[in-house]
């Protein structure tokens, strides 16, 4: 049921679904994890050097939304209005199993104050999809809003594999770009989990579900305490 860049909250309309949302509000548990900030682009814009970085990329668990929506923006046609995600791990390889969310943080800076949003051409490629309709789709190239807060953009971005048409292998690169450049780039690349590791997974990624993992330690992968709650175009909730 889903697609393509969302930005954050994480407000996903997720399209595909994709999604994109405005920048992470504070208290959202969200922070920069060295090992995972990948390198950014510096680059010459009005006098000032505009700087770019992608922070905690990784496969995420959908917990709740508002639903489905038409958007044809989108490579399918739909998105996801108002998802809120949880991380399960940072990660650029993504297992192909329904309810996977392939999210990432980005942040654009220095921007001017004025005006309090900027136009962002936000780019999806994908493998071949074959839609239901019998048509095929490789990815989105549409223009989203950026919110300027402490003149930088913050927001976040990424796909819901919701459907078993979306479950294609392969590379999927996200690309952001200001005026004409580009800003921002992120690939992942998804596989096809053996039978153990997808057991392991369906439960986490089950739409809703709020059991998986109360009792787990820290030092467990899907513990619930590592993992960030972001609500897409909304309030953040606390980590449970």
Known sequence: ?????????????????????????????????????????????????????????????????????????????????????????????????????????????????????????????????????????TGSDYTIRGKVSGNQVIAYTGYGLDEDYELVEGDWVFEIWYQDRKVIEQKFTTYRPDKTELAGLEPVLALGNRAVGQNASPGEPFSRLNWPRITVGGTPTATP
């Open 1 to 137: 049921m889903m697609k393509q860049l969302t930005s954050l909250a994480l407000l996903l309309a997720l399209g595909g679904c994709a999604e994109h949302s405005p920048a992470p509000q504070a208290g959202n548990n969200l922070q920069e994890s060295p090992e995972h900030v990948a390198a950014g682009m510096d680059q010459q814009t009005a006098g000032t050097t505009l700087k770019s970085k992608v922070i905690r990329p990784g496969l995420y668990r959908l917990v709740r939304s508002s639903g489905t929506i038409s958007d044809p923006k989108t490579g399918t046609g739909k998105s996801i209005a108002k998802p809120v995600i949880e991380l399960v791990r940072s990660t650029d390889r993504i297992p192909l199993a329904r309810g996977g969310q392939l999210y990432f943080q980005y942040r654009i800076w220095p921007l001017p104050a004025q005006p309090a949003y900027v136009d962002l051409r936000r780019v999806v490629r994908h493998p071949a999809m074959t839609l239901p309709d019998g048509s095929v789709s």
